[in-house]
């Protein structure tokens, strides 16, 4: 990999998924080794199940212990935080989570993910509250934190300012059903999140559809824009100008089957042409 550029990681959603026992996981894996081998053969994951229920500080080093140098967990924040009705009220949530043991993860540590419900609609003042309520540490840890905006009122200048004043990443979802945006909004990485795969595909998405994806991958790993992508904001962020950025991608929700598969072909053209 170029030094001029930032890690690129490739990833799923979860690792416990049924489908995925004889396409991904060998039939005679044991459950509870599934984690470790998809930790191996993948770059990072976005952990589910902090949306769903509080973890203890002891499941979160047990998960930093299972996967090796390098890998990185992104936690999906939880549901009683960004479902609330209003969010300027959520800082009580956003603190009782970061606390709750996620520094166990160490150097394991990726994004945290706060994803809006599709009904939150954009309210200025609102939602800068809980951007500031958003922590830069956590036990000495850095924090980077990135919003997923799936109403269509997010899709505006402001709601990129707000984002950009607060350092908070913008996450790019590549949807049949939420809004694209692909302003660059937080100093040193990016998030995107797929969800356009296809199971009839053995790679989940076809070789050309990847290929652009590395391409806008590199790009923004060295700290450019992709020229093919549409930006609210009018500048391509043109506050977050960097040498070089971490991404972050995630293969989601269609064509889940073959996640894995996205995934690993999309980490192997990178790194093949790094």
């Not at 999906?76 to 959520?90: F, G, Q, S, T, W």
């Not at 790019?172 to 995107?192: L, M, Q, R």
Request: glycine share 10%.
């Amino acid at each position: 990999m170029s030094k001029k550029r930032g890690k690129i990681r490739s990833g799923i959603g979860g690792w416990t998924y049924k489908p995925w026992r004889g396409t991904f996981y060998p039939d005679d894996l044991a459950q509870k080794n599934e984690l470790a081998y998809a930790a191996k053969t993948l770059a990072t994951i976005e952990v589910n199940g902090t949306f769903y229920r509080t973890q203890k500080p002891a499941t979160f080093e047990r998960w930093a212990q299972a996967a090796p140098d390098g890998f990185a967990f992104s936690l999906k924040a939880p549901r009683y935080v960004v479902n609330r009705k209003r969010l300027d009220e959520a800082g009580e949530g956003i603190e009782r989570f970061v606390e709750s043991g996620i520094s166990a993860l160490g150097d394991r540590l990726g994004p945290i993910l706060w994803q809006l419900p599709p009904t939150k609609t954009f309210e200025r003042d609102e939602f800068a509250a809980f951007l500031d309520a958003l922590p830069a540490k956590v036990d000495g840890i850095g924090l980077r934190h990135a919003v997923e905006l799936r109403h269509d009122s997010f899709a505006c200048s402001e709601a990129v300012r707000r984002c950009c004043d607060a350092g908070v990443a913008i996450v790019y979802a590549d949807s049949d059903d939420y809004p694209a945006i692909a302003d660059i909004t937080a100093p040193g990485f990016v998030y995107a999140r797929l969800q356009r795969g296809d199971n009839a595909i053995a790679t989940g998405y076809s070789a050309a559809a990847l290929d652009s994806w590395a391409a806008r991958a590199q790009t923004w790993a060295s700290g450019g824009h992709p020229d093919d992508l549409s930006y609210i904001g009018g500048s391509a962020g043109e506050n977050t100008s960097a040498d070089k950025r971490d991404v972050f991608v995630y293969f989601i929700r269609e064509g889940k089957v073959r996640a894995p598969h996205a995934a690993m072909a999309l980490q192997q053209h990178i790194d093949e042409h790094g």
